[in-house]
Each structure stands twice: as structure tokens, then as C-alpha cells.
């Protein structure tokens, strides 16, 4: 079974401040992994993949298969990024051959002023 | 392009009425997803569809049906709401394995 685990439900930083969102999973095969945003009362969507490489806002973040962890990191946190940030794993579902996502519950970010 | 829409944005059901969710992308995309959302849950899959034609349950499915005759639409159907379905409902769609574009969602209430 897949399982992405966020520890935190809600995590405070002060703008300036360095963030890390962490995540883990636990799936038997090769996951992609990604993080998706929400800013408040909007539509999800993708921050970024773990196979892109990509920094997108200034966030990084990298797949660590030995801790089987994917933590977000950002150096400088910004208001703008409080958001509900979401993990989450996309591996295959049996059955229907298919890959779906499996999200994590969710952590907030709230970056004080 | 449009993308992902939802209708209605928001619904008020008493107990044991039935609705249908409406779903539609324009993107051409296969796979296409119902979420619901709730609070210390994260989304929750409750059905999702590979193709038109091809339906399969997602984690919590019950209550729920879906049907795809198009590529485009996928409604998600109550069949006899209850006060444990309020919740945010969100679909999306993708090309497989790619990004997931999400809808706008839908805020359902049952009294």
C-alpha cells in the first residue's frame, strides 16, 4: 500500500525565515513524487515534481529514497507563501492499471509578518 | 482553453436527497479524478475514471457513483446524501502519471 505521511499540521515561520514542509512516504516500487499548493479558497496546483529537478518560487525539493522522504525547502519564506502545501505520491493502483494520487493530509504555512 | 470546471460552487442538500457534481475538461486529458477534502484528511480519492467508459473506486467510494460517457465529462452523483458527505469536492484530470489540473471545487453542505 502507498502512504505519504506530512508529520505537521501547521507550521509557523517568521518572514526571512528559513522553511522545510516535510513529507514522507512509503510505497514498494519507483513513486513520483509532488507537491501540490493551495493558497486560501483556491484550486489546488502543482508546486512541483520530484522529476523536473525544477525550483519553482524558490522552493526545492529533493527525493531522498534511503529516508524515503521528499521535505520542501525554502531558504527565505515569504507572506505570500502561506498556503496549505500538499504531498503527495503517484504510484500504480491495481486493478484498472492506473496511477492516481495519493496526497498527505496537509500542512499549513502561515509566515508571520 | 477553460480547463477543469465544477458546477455548482456551492449546494445545500437535506439528508437523503440526491445530486449530481458536474465535471468537465477541455484538455483532451484521459484520467480524470473526484477528490473530497476535509479538514486533518487531506483529499480522500473517491472514484476516478481512465478512459471514457472505464470507471474504478477510489478510497472512500460509498454513496458515491460515477459514470464517464465522454472524454470530457465525469459527474459525480449522491445518491442519498448524508450529513458525513459535507465536504469540499474537487475533480481533476491529467494525462497519466503527468501534473493533475484541479478544478475549482464544489462546497457541499447536507443538513
Known amino acids: 500500500a502507498q502512504r505519504v505521511t506530512q508529520p505537521e499540521k501547521l507550521l509557523s515561520v517568521f518572514k526571512g525565515a528559513p522553511v522545510e514542509l516535510k513529507c514522507n512516504y512509503s510505497?514498494?516500487?519507483?513513486?513520483?513524487l509532488f507537491w501540490y499548493v493551495q493558497y486560501s479558497r483556491q484550486r489546488l496546483q502543482l508546486l512541483l515534481r520530484?522529476?523536473s529537478r525544477e525550483s519553482i518560487k524558490g522552493f526545492t525539493a529533493d527525493l531522498n529514497k534511503g529516508e524515503t522522504s521528499f521535505h520542501l525547502k525554502k531558504p527565505f519564506a515569504q507572506e505570500e507563501d502561506s498556503a496549505m502545501y500538499y504531498c503527495?505520491?503517484?504510484?500504480?493502483?491495481?486493478?484498472?492499471?492506473?496511477?492516481?494520487?495519493?496526497f498527505g493530509k496537509g500542512t499549513k504555512l502561515s509566515v508571520i509578518p | 482553453n477553460a480547463g477543469v470546471t465544477q458546477t455548482p460552487k456551492f449546494q445545500v442538500l437535506k439528508t437523503g436527497q440526491s445530486m449530481t457534481l458536474q465535471c468537465a475538461q477541455d484538455?483532451?486529458?484521459?484520467?480524470m479524478s473526484w477528490y473530497r477534502q476535509d479538514p486533518g484528511m487531506g483529499l480522500r480519492l473517491i472514484h476516478y475514471?481512465?478512459?471514457?467508459?472505464?470507471?474504478d473506486q477510489g478510497e472512500v467510494p460509498n454513496g458515491y457513483n460515477v459514470s464517464r460517457s465522454t472524454t470530457e465529462d465525469f459527474p459525480l452523483r449522491l445518491l442519498s446524501a448524508a450529513p458525513s458527505q459535507t465536504s469540499v469536492y474537487f475533480c481533476?484530470?491529467?494525462?497519466?502519471?503527468?501534473?493533475?489540473?484541479f478544478g475549482p471545487g464544489t462546497r457541499l453542505t447536507v443538513l
Open positions: 481533476a484530470s491529467s494525462t497519466g502519471v503527468n501534473e493533475q489540473f
Open positions: 510505497y514498494s516500487g519507483s513513486p513520483e
Open positions: 520530484h522529476i
Open positions: 503527495a505520491l503517484s504510484g500504480h493502483r491495481s486493478g484498472a492499471g492506473s496511477y492516481q494520487l495519493t
Open positions: 484538455m483532451n486529458h484521459e484520467y
Open positions: 475514471s481512465v478512459g471514457a467508459g472505464i470507471t
